[in-house]
């Protein structure tokens, strides 16, 4: 492996064995290096394999413009959470990702600006082990970075790992989270005057059966067989929770232009009717307790 192009003292660019461009870093790799050189392995830290040349010039250009603060910040904590976790298969991607992410946070933190993670209860619900690691890394960052930084930040950082995870279509974690959030909405505004336990068995189905709803809705994967006679006992049996549906039904029209099918309208009446339910008669039995 020899260099290319030197990008600056621990970044050069090299070429593998079938003349494609790479990008290598190192402490000191590129330091009094002249083109041609052959590379010291033993340097070597992290190499990027670019799809293509202009992946690569845009690659270059993220490395260049990121402080080598963060990069290294990032490197660490990745790499440490590799070692930990050996099942754990994560895309280079996530060393520019996250380390742009939390440049652009310590700045915007600096500048008294904080934002709301809309997302946060269903990213700790439905990917929890991503959770983990945002909540560790948060802790870090506010302790080598001296900042106070919101759980919110841990949501965001969760999603960068949640999408680096290899196997994962691009993005589809992030459009799951957005329709089961989009859905807990429609059921907690529809039923306002209801505290729903959401670390109970039964909301936790609900999200499970929301989550594979979203997974199967982005693969073309949502074929049933229709039960008109099953369809319309549930409809009467969980009136309540089916007039929710409606609204659930006029969301995915409108936003994904997608009509729900009648077996997954009754899945999800009887999954809000339970928890509707399940969360009345704990409210009644906590209320005459109270008055015992």
């Known amino acids: 492996m020899r260099v290319y192009k030197i990008l600056n003292n621990n970044l050069v660019l090299s070429k593998n064995r079938n003349n494609e461009e790479i990008i290598v870093k190192g402490l000191g790799i590129g330091f009094h290096a002249k083109r041609g050189d052959k590379i010291d392995e033993t340097l070597i830290e992290k190499i990027f394999y670019p799809e293509n040349h202009q992946n690569s010039i845009q690659m270059q250009q993220y490395l260049l413009s990121i402080p080598e603060e963060y990069f290294d910040f990032v490197q ?62 948060v802790d870090e960052i506010n302790h080598t970075f001296h900042l106070n930084l919101p759980v919110d930040e841990a949501g965001f950082i969760a999603l960068h790992f949640v999408n680096a995870e290899e196997g994962q279509q691009n993005n589809d974690n992030y459009k799951i989270a957005m329709i089961v959030n989009q859905v807990q909405e429609i059921v907690k505004n529809y039923f306002s005057d ?99």
């Open 76 to 137: 660490n904590f990745v790499d440490h959470v590799k070692a930990e976790e050996p099942d754990l298969h994560l895309n280079n991607s996530i060393y520019l990702s996250l380390s742009d992410h939390i440049m652009g946070t310590v700045e915007r933190f600096g500048n008294g600006i904080s934002l709301k993670n809309v997302l946060l209860l269903d990213i700790q619900q439905l990917y929890k082990k991503e959770y983990e690691y945002g909540l560790k890394m």
């Open 194 to 292: 209801i505290t729903f336990n959401e670390s109970s068995l039964y909301y936790q189905r609900f999200l499970t059966h929301l989550k594979y709803f979203a997974q199967r809705y982005l693969h073309k994967e949502l074929q049933y067989d229709e039960d008109e006679n099953l369809f319309q006992l549930v409809q009467e049996q969980c009136r309540e929770a089916y007039g929710c549906v409606k609204l659930i039904y006029l969301m995915m029209e409108e936003k994904y232009a997608y009509a729900l099918s009648k077996e997954e309208m009754m899945y999800l009446a009887i999954h809000i009717q339970t928890n509707v339910d399940k969360s009345r008669a704990s409210a009644l039995k906590m209320s005459l307790e109270k008055d015992e």
